[in-house]
């Protein structure tokens, strides 16, 4: 069965410090990757998302996510961290044609001052 | 642009009554998507419209549930006798392809709580 996980529920950093969410991913073919953030009582706002190509991919507000096909990782990165980076963040997969994305369950990241 | 929209942001009803939730989605926007969070849950697929053809109702969990899509436009969301377990945020969602891909736009969403 198809399936994202995000492994952390919850992410702790200092403001300025770097940060990584972790997604791994299961699925036959070829994934197509996204992240989206939801900041407090927003809806989901796309990120970034991985395609082909580069496997750096840059997106929104600093964040970039590198898809790593030998550990089915995309995980979400960014050089130094702002308190207003804190925000629930979700990481998504489909594959081919089919247009229904996988969500993982979400990662809490909290960036204290 | 406009992003897509949801109407209204928070519905309060009572158990057994009927709801039905507006998603006006970015225009020239072909697919359509429903989702429901619950408080501290991921999302749950509900359906999903694409152009002409028959909706994906893979997700809908009763037959309380159902969602039509007029015009290729604007999409509706109706909750028949709700039940407390239906509080949720809905979120609907809309995409286009984007380098190949589609990419979904969500909307601020629908508070619903059922007392």
């Known amino acids: 069965a198809q399936s994202v996980a995000q492994p952390e529920d919850q992410v702790n950093v200092a403001e300025g410090n770097p940060l990584t969410v972790k997604c791994t991913y299961s699925?036959?073919?070829?994934?197509?990757l996204f992240w989206y953030v939801q900041y407090p009582n927003r809806g989901l706002q796309f990120l970034l998302k991985?395609?082909?190509?580069d496997n750096l991919v840059k997106g929104s507000y600093g964040f970039e996510a590198e898809f790593n096909k030998s550990q089915t990782s995309f995980h979400l990165k960014k050089p130094s961290a702002l308190v207003s980076d804190s925000a629930l963040y979700f990481c998504?997969?489909?594959?081919?044609?089919?247009?229904?994305?996988?969500w993982g369950l979400g990662t809490s990241l909290a960036v204290n001052p | 642009g406009a992003g897509v929209s949801q109407s209204p942001s928070n519905k309060v009803t009572e158990k057994g009554k009927d709801v039905e939730l507006r998603c006006d989605p970015i225009?020239?926007?072909?697919?359509l998507y429903w989702y429901r969070q619950s408080l501290g849950q991921g999302l749950e697929f509900l359906i999903y419209?694409?152009?002409?053809?028959?909706?994906?109702k893979s997700g809908l969990p009763s037959d309380r549930f159902s969602a039509e899509r007029t015009g290729g436009s604007v999409s509706t969301l109706t909750i028949q006798r709700t039940q407390q377990e239906d509080s949720a945020v809905y979120l609907c969602?809309?995409?286009?392809?984007?380098?190949?891909?589609?990419?979904?736009?969500f909307g601020p969403g629908t508070r619903l709580t059922v007392l």
């Open positions: 969602a809309s995409s286009t392809r984007l380098a190949g891909v589609d990419t979904q736009y």
């Open positions: 419209f694409q152009g002409n053809s028959a909706p994906d």
């Open positions: 991985y395609i082909t190509g």
């Open positions: 998504a997969v489909r594959t081919g044609n089919n247009r229904k994305l996988i």
């Open positions: 225009s020239g926007h072909t697919a």
């Open positions: 699925v036959s073919g070829n994934p197509y």
